[in-house]
């Protein structure tokens, strides 16, 4: 008898040990949105898809979604507020350093690393870049008016619409505070159209040109000086911060990294933002960004429509650019005609889509060097995205 209750206890034993593991609490869910991490993970490992920050979501996205483990309580930040009642009690890892998220402060911090990496020498020496990266953030605005005509909230079709600029931290800064329910599609399809830029821009820009206009060689950009490099980010962030306040976060870092380059009395705060930093804000951003893609959130036709109109917006962003420089060029002089190319650049992959319109250009013509040309709407287009994201967050928050 006293070994018959031993067996029923031991039995017992591990049936409560079994019902303590993620295995139990397992679900069909759970499985699909771990198999999508292996996904993401496979691509950012192998083929190199924006690897630093696709490798940090899918890894955040594979945490969360193990059962059990209590990383990530979407629960705390539900209607967009966060339930600090329970936050102490409750809360995860992941929730505590999600709150850079939430707050604001991860995209802000990586906005200044991008500013002190940018070079806006290109954008100043061709101030006409200004309009060709306005011109491409047409893609977020048509692509905002099609979200809402197909039933998403006005906050969630501008978080949609934001994909467009092809700015992911400009994309989870509007996100965490517009529609922080779809953050994770979102993110995801931000960063992985980022990716693919070399493969979704060339169709378009071939179809939008001729082999004539994809021929036409750029005499070379002026020389910058160091006053003008000095001046410009500071006059930029007044400007901008002034008629948008909204915008003055994203913007105001922009221009503080730019400054910090430019100046040359702090080079060691422009290294350290540049590197250190970056690199510490990226692994945070992307892992809590990622602990939102749960299975609730992520598995739902809904999902399925942002990454079909991220792709709209980002083809429309792209076409915005290419048809602006086509116009602009109708009353341009011969010799002075820009490449149609650079217009694709406005969308703001720095410096990626620079790249794409190098490549494309040296097709038509193996003598072409757009890259400089290309990179002042590629700046440009940085500058845009925030602007857009300042403009839909005064109109939707």
Not at 97 to 120: H, R, S
Not at 181 to 188: D, H, Q, S, T
Not at 197 to 225: A, C, G, N, W
Request: proline fraction near 5%; aromatic fraction near 8%; hydrophobic fraction near 55%.
């Amino acid at each position: 008898m006293m070994l018959t209750a031993g067996s029923i206890s031991l039995s017992d034993s591990l049936v409560d040990f079994f019902n303590q593991t993620g295995f139990a609490g397992a679900t069909w869910g759970n499985i699909a949105m771990i198999l999508v991490a292996f996904l993401l993970l496979y691509l950012a490992i192998k083929h190199k898809f924006e690897p630093l920050l696709l490798f940090t979501i899918a890894f955040g996205m594979l945490l969360t979604n193990l059962p059990g483990a209590n990383m990530f309580h979407s629960e705390l930040f539900a209607g967009g507020h966060i339930h600090w009642g329970s936050f102490i009690q409750d809360a995860g890892l992941l929730d505590y350093l999600y709150l850079g998220v939430k707050l604001g402060i991860y995209p802000c911090l990586i906005f200044i690393g991008v500013g002190a990496m940018t070079d806006f020498g290109p954008l100043i020496a061709n101030p006409k870049s200004f309009m060709l990266g306005a011109a491409a953030q047409l893609g977020i605005f048509v692509t905002f008016l099609g979200a809402y005509a197909l039933g998403f909230t006005p906050a969630q079709a501008g978080s949609i619409g934001i994909i467009g600029g092809a700015d992911g931290p400009t994309a989870i800064f509007l996100t965490a505070r517009l529609a922080p329910e779809l953050l994770g599609p979102i993110a995801v399809a931000a960063y992985s159209y980022m990716a693919l830029v070399p493969v979704i821009q060339p169709p378009i820009m071939r179809l939008l040109t001729t082999k004539k206009e994809r021929e036409i060689k750029m005499s070379q950009l002026r020389p910058v000086s160091k006053t003008e490099k000095i001046l410009f980010p500071i006059i930029i962030a007044v400007i901008i911060s002034l008629l948008l306040p909204s915008a003055a976060p994203l913007i105001g870092c922009l221009m503080l990294g730019n400054l910090m380059k430019e100046c040359g009395v702090v080079d060691r705060l422009s290294k350290t933002v540049q590197n250190e930093l970056m690199n510490i804000v990226v692994i945070f951003l992307g892992i809590t960004v990622g602990a939102t893609a749960t299975a609730e959130a992520f598995i739902n036709v809904q999902t399925l429509s942002i990454l079909v109109l991220g792709v709209l917006a980002f083809a429309l962003g792209t076409a915005g650019g290419l048809l602006l420089a086509k116009f602009m060029n109708l009353f341009l002089p011969e010799g002075k005609k820009m490449n149609p190319l650079i217009g694709s650049a406005g969308v703001s992959a720095v410096p990626m889509a620079a790249r794409v319109s190098q490549t494309v250009g040296q097709e038509a013509n193996p003598s072409n060097f757009l890259l400089m040309h290309a990179m002042g709407p590629n700046v440009a287009g940085v500058v845009g995205s925030a602007v857009a994201a300042g403009i839909l967050l005064s109109f939707l928050g």
